[in-house]
């Protein structure tokens, strides 16, 4: 059974920072891509960063410079620093997993809460 644990939400003020962690279990956890989703409220769910299994790294325009993803193959685990938040920051986030062996397996965690607010 695939599971995957973000934690590490909370409440910040604009400018602070926070490290959000996605523990995986159930998968060969390095050769799977790793991302972070986020929904805002009325909003979309939209891309923040993603990282593959070789650990190339991508991420949306509205967080570069701000945020850093990065993975530790050894504990199953993919991290999100988020430095410099801004309310416009505030939403669900999901970690994602992503494999495609001639049919792509995508699994999602819980989502965890970031609230940017002073």
């Known amino acids: 059974q695939v599971q995957l644990v973000e934690s590490g939400g909370g409440l910040v003020q604009p400018g602070g920072s926070l490290r959000l962690s996605c523990a995986a279990s159930?998968?060969?956890?390095?050769?799977?891509?790793m991302g972070w989703y986020r929904q805002g409220p009325g909003k979309e769910r939209e891309l923040v960063a993603t990282?593959?299994?070789?650990?190339?790294?991508n991420y949306a325009d509205s967080v570069k410079g701000r945020f850093t993803i990065s993975r530790d193959n050894a504990k199953n685990t993919v991290y999100l620093q988020m430095n410099s938040l801004k309310p416009e920051d505030t939403a669900v986030y999901y970690c994602n997993a992503k494999i495609t062996l001639g049919t792509t397996y995508s699994y999602w965690g819980q989502g965890t809460q970031v609230t940017v607010s002073s």
């Open positions: 159930g998968i060969i956890f390095r050769s799977y891509a």
């Open positions: 990282i593959t299994s070789g650990g190339s790294t």
